[in-house]
C-alpha cells in the first residue's frame, strides 16, 4: 500500500523538481543518514528490514524521496523542513545513490544452503 | 489454619525461639560482665574477651533442638509432587519454603524434581517456560512470599499470554498469631495468591496435608487441559513444617493424576466450517498456537494438502514446515474468500492492519486486509478462559463460525469433514489451486534471498548475515532454536528450513521483555536431556533484565549458544520516541547516543562477553566484522557439544 501513496506523492513531488538540480554529497550523506536516525528502520547500510523497506542501491529519485518524506502518512512518520533541511535530504540522496549493488544471492554460498 | 494443634506449634516455635536468643547473646555482652572485665585487665584489649555465654556458644557444642516428631509435612508433600514426574524445580531460594526445600534436596534425593538454583524468580518462571515448549511438560517452581512472587509475576504472565503451563508454588507464613516478626511478616500476605490471579488460570491455598495433595494435583490437571496455562498454590510455611497428622494410621492420600481429554469443536459447527473451505475458490488457513505437539504439525499439513490451502504460521509455536509450498507470508489474507483461523488469540490483527501514523488524534488508522464477504472460521481454546483485566485481543472481529475449543484435538474431525465434503468435480481446481501455491513460494523465497543479499558485508553484522551465519554453523546438528529475540527482521522463519516442532518455539507471548535468557536456557536444558542441540538469539536489553540466568545455566551445566543481536538499544523505543518527535516536528535529542535519550544502550558500551564469563560460560567478542562470525561461531559450537554454555558477543545493525 505504501508504495501507492509513494506514487501519488511522486507526482505531486513535481514542485520539487528543482532540487534534482541540488547536487548532494555523499560523505556528508552518510553522517546525515545516521543523524536524522534514517538508520533506525532501513539499518546503517540503508538495506532495510522489517522496520523499513531498503532505501539503496538504486533508490528512488530525489524528487520523489523528498515527496514521500515530507509528505508521509504511512508507517513512516515524516520528517518536516525544520527537522531535516532540504541540503541534508540531498545529501543522504546522494550516499544512498554510491552504495553499490548487492552481491547476487547465487554468489552466496549461505544463501544456498 | 495448619497450627491449630498447639503441641505441633511449640516445637517450630521453640526452635525459633532458640534462634533469636542465641543471636541476642551473640550480639550482646551484659554491661555488668564487661565492667568486671575492665577492671582486672592490665590494658584494654583490642577486642573485647567474650563472655563465658558467648565462648560457649561459638566454641561448645550446641544444645539439640527439639526435633519435629512424625514425617514432616512437606515431605508428604514431595511424595505428592513425585507422582507427577516433575524433573526440575528452578528457583530462588527462600526461608518461606525453606521446609520444601529440605525436603526436596534430602527427603526426595534432590531427584524428580532436582532443585536448580536461580538468582531470580523470574528466571525460574522463564525456566519452565522455555521447558515445557520443549518438553510438553511442566515445571514447578518455588517463590519466596510477596516479594518472590512479585519477581515472578511478569515470567508468569508471559506464560500466560504464551498458554504455557506453570506451577507456580510460593510460600507464605500465614498464621499472622504465630509467624515470626520482622521479615516473615513483610514477606506474607492474607491472599498471597491475588498477586497473580488476574493471569493465572487457577490458585489455591491449602490449608492441609489432605488438602495440598489435592490441590496440587488439580492445579497439574487444570495447567496441563488446554488452553494451557500457569497455575499458583500458596504453600503455608507452617503447613510445610509442622508434621503429618495421623489419620487413624493412615497417610493422607495422593490423588491419581488422569489427563483431561481437551475441548473439541462443536460437531455442527465443524461440519459448517468444512462445507465453507470445501467449497471456496481460496481458502487460507491461519496457525499461531495450534500445534502443540508434533502430531499437530502432521494434522495442520494433511489439512492444507487435502485443500491446497496456503498457510500463514503466525509463529506462536512451530504449526506448518517453512519448506512447505503452501507455507505463505501474511498478505495472503488479502485473496482469500474463506480464512479458518486456528488458535489466534486476536483475529482482528490477523485481518486488519494498524499504521501508527499519528492520525485520528494520535490513535493510528486501521484498514481491512481482506476483501469484503471473506468468511471467517475460529476455532480457539482460549474463548473458554478469558478474564478481564489484562486482555491479548483487539477490537471485536465477527467471525462467521466460532468454535471455543481446541484446535489441535479438532483437526481430525474438520478433516474427516472436509474430505466428504470436498465434491469430486472439484479436485481439479484444488489441485490447480497447489500449482500456483509452488508459484508463490518459489518466488517469494528469491525475493527474501536477494532481500538478505542487501548490506551482506555491512559491519555492524546484518540480522540476515547473523541468522545464515549461525545456521550454517548448526545445520549438521538436531539444532532448536530456543529463542529469538530483539527482531532480526524475522530471518530465520524467512529462511531457516525450519520444519520439525522443536525447530521454533515461539516467543514469550506477554512481550515481556526478559523472557529470552531464561526461557532459552529452560529449553536448553529440555534439548539436552533429548540429545538436541540448542541455540538462541540474544538480544542485548532482555538479557540485562536478569543476568544471573547465565551463571544458572553454567551451574548446571546445560549446554546452549548464545549468539547476541546486540544493537545497543531498546530498539523498539527507539523507533517510537523519534516517530513521536516526528509527529511533533522537533528534532529528537539524542544527548550524545544513536538514539534517542533514554533508548540506547551504550556510552559505555555493555561487554557482555565478559558478563558471560565470569559466570562460568566460554564467551568472545565483541565481533563487528560478519567476515570473523563464521570462525567464531565454529568455536562456539564445539564448546556447547561439549556441554557447556557460550555466548558470542556480536554487534548487529538494528533490526
Given at each position: ?41 532501513h539499518g546503517?547500510a540503508a538495506q532495510g528490514g522489517i522496520a523499513g523497506p531498503k532505501l539503496a542501491p538504486e ?40 552504495l553499490p549493488k548487492a552481491p547476487g544471492t547465487k554468489s552466496i554460498p549461505l544463501l544456498n544452503p | ?309 496456503r498457510?500463514?504460521d503466525?509463529g ?5 514446515p517453512r519448506t512447505h509450498y503452501l507455507s505463505a507470508p501474511p498478505t495472503a ?104 501455491a509452488r508459484k508463490a513460494y518459489a518466488e517469494g523465497r528469491e525475493r527474501a534471498k536477494a532481500a538478505a543479499a542487501l548490506g551482506w558485508d555491512a559491519?555492524?553484522v546484518g540480522t540476515a548475515r547473523l541468522c545464515m551465519e549461525l545456521y550454517a554453523a548448526v545445520k ?5 532454536l530456543?529463542?529469538s529475540?530483539?527482531n532480526v527482521s524475522n530471518w530465520p522463519n524467512r529462511l531457516w528450513p525450519i520444519e520439525?516442532?522443536?525447530h521454533w ?32 538469539i ?88 560478519p567476515?570473523?562470525l563464521g ?21 548487529t545493525q538494528?533490526r
Open positions: 500500500m505504501w508504495f501507492v501513496h509513494l506514487l501519488a506523492l511522486a507526482v505531486a513531488g513535481l514542485a520539487f523538481s528543482q532540487m534534482a538540480a541540488a547536487a548532494g554529497s555523499a560523505e556528508k550523506g552518510k553522517a546525515a543518514y545516521v543523524k536524522h536516525g534514517c538508520w533506525q528502520c546503517f533508490p528512488m529519485p530525489l524528487e520523489a524521496l523528498s515527496s514521500f518524506v515530507r509528505n508521509t502518512r504511512g508507517a513512516m512518520p515524516p520528517y518536516q523542513e525544520a527537522i531535516l533541511s532540504s541540503a541534508d535530504l540531498a545529501d543522504i540522496h546522494a550516499w544512498l545513490q554510491s | 489454619m495448619a497450627r491449630k494443634d498447639s503441641g505441633l506449634q511449640v516445637d517450630r516455635r521453640r526452635f525459633l525461639t532458640g534462634v533469636v536468643a542465641a543471636g541476642a547473646a551473640a550480639a550482646m555482652t551484659p554491661p555488668a560482665t564487661q565492667a568486671a572485665d575492665q577492671a582486672t585487665a592490665p590494658r584494654a584489649p583490642s577486642a573485647l574477651r567474650p563472655s563465658m555465654q558467648v565462648a560457649a556458644a561459638e566454641t561448645g557444642t550446641p544444645r539439640e533442638l527439639a526435633r519435629v516428631p512424625g514425617l514432616p509435612g512437606s515431605d508428604f508433600m514431595v511424595d505428592v509432587i513425585k507422582t507427577l514426574d516433575i524433573k526440575y524445580c528452578p528457583s530462588n531460594c527462600a526461608s518461606s519454603y525453606r521446609a520444601i526445600h529440605e525436603s526436596i534436596i534430602n527427603y526426595g534425593a534432590n531427584r524428580m524434581p532436582e532443585f536448580l538454583t536461580c538468582m531470580h524468580e523470574e528466571s525460574g518462571v522463564g525456566m519452565a517456560h522455555g521447558y515445557f515448549k520443549v518438553a510438553g511438560k511442566p515445571l514447578m517452581t518455588l517463590c519466596h512470599g510477596t516479594v518472590g512472587l512479585q519477581h515472578a509475576a511478569m515470567a508468569v504472565y508471559n506464560a500466560w499470554c504464551d498458554r504455557v503451563p506453570v506451577i507456580v508454588v510460593g510460600g507464605n507464613d500465614l498464621d499472622a498469631a504465630h509467624r515470626p516478626p520482622g521479615v516473615p511478616t513483610f514477606h506474607s500476605a492474607q491472599d498471597i495468591n491475588a498477586l497473580v490471579r488476574d493471569f493465572t488460570k487457577w490458585d489455591d491455598t491449602p490449608v492441609s496435608l489432605q488438602h495440598f495433595a489435592q490441590s496440587f494435583v488439580r492445579a497439574y490437571k487444570i495447567a496441563m487441559t488446554p488452553p494451557y496455562g500457569p497455575v499458583a498454590i500458596s504453600l503455608d510455611a507452617g503447613l510445610q513444617q509442622e508434621p503429618m497428622k495421623n489419620h487413624g494410621g493412615e497417610k493422607p492420600y495422593i490423588p491419581r493424576y488422569v489427563p483431561t481429554a481437551p475441548p473439541q469443536g462443536d460437531s455442527g459447527a465443524v461440519r459448517e466450517a468444512a462445507r465453507l473451505l470445501a467449497g471456496a475458490q481460496n481458502p487460507v488457513i491461519v496457525a499461531d498456537r495450534a500445534a502443540r505437539t508434533p502430531e499437530g504439525v502432521k494434522l495442520l499439513v494433511q489439512l492444507a494438502e487435502l485443500l491446497q490451502a498457510v500463514i503466525q506462536g509455536r512451530m504449526n506448518f489474507v488479502g485473496s482469500a474468500d474463506v480464512i479458518i483461523g486456528l488458535e489466534l488469540s486476536d483475529f482482528w490483527a490477523t485481518v486488519n492492519s494498524y499504521t501508527d501514523n499519528g492520525v485520528n488524534d494520535g490513535i493510528g488508522s486501521n484498514a481491512s486486509r481482506i476483501n469484503s464477504g471473506t468468511r471467517l472460521i475460529s476455532i480457539c481454546s482460549v474463548e473458554l478462559n478469558t478474564k478481564a483485566n489484562y486482555q491479548d485481543f483487539q477490537r471485536f472481529q465477527v467471525i462467521d463460525v466460532p468454535m471455543a475449543g481446541d484446535a489441535e484435538a479438532t483437526l481430525p474431525a474438520l478433516i474427516e469433514a472436509v474430505k466428504a465434503a470436498i465434491p469430486n468435480e472439484r479436485k481439479a481446481a484444488i489441485d490447480k489451486r497447489g500449482e500456483a559491519s555492524p549438521h546438528l538436531d539444532w532448536s530456543v529463542a529475540e530483539g520439525k516442532q522443536h518455539l515461539g516467543r514469550s507471548g506477554g512481550y515481556g521483555v526478559g523472557y529470552g535468557a531464561p526461557a532459552s536456557v529452560g529449553a536448553a536444558l529440555a534439548n539436552r536431556d533429548l540429545g538436541r542441540f540448542s541455540v538462541s540474544q538480544s542485548d536489553g532482555d538479557l540485562m533484565y536478569a543476568p544471573g540466568v547465565l551463571w544458572t545455566a553454567a551451574k548446571h551445566k546445560i549446554p546452549l549458544l548464545a549468539v547476541m543481536h546486540n544493537n545497543r538499544a531498546y530498539h523498539q523505543e527507539v523507533m517510537h520516541v523519534q516517530r513521536l518527535s516526528n509527529f511533533r516536528n522537533r528534532v529528537v535529542n539524542l544527548g550524545g547516543d544513536m538514539g534517542p535519550v533514554g533508548t540506547s544502550i551504550q556510552n559505555p558500551d555493555i561487554e557482555y562477553h565478559k558478563l558471560a564469563e565470569a559466570m562460568g560460560w566460554w564467551a568472545k567478542g565483541p565481533i563487528k566484522d567476515a570473523q570462525a567464531a561461531l565454529q568455536e562456539a559450537v564445539a564448546v556447547v557439544k561439549s556441554g557447556q554454555p557460550a555466548l558470542l558477543n556480536v554487534w538494528p
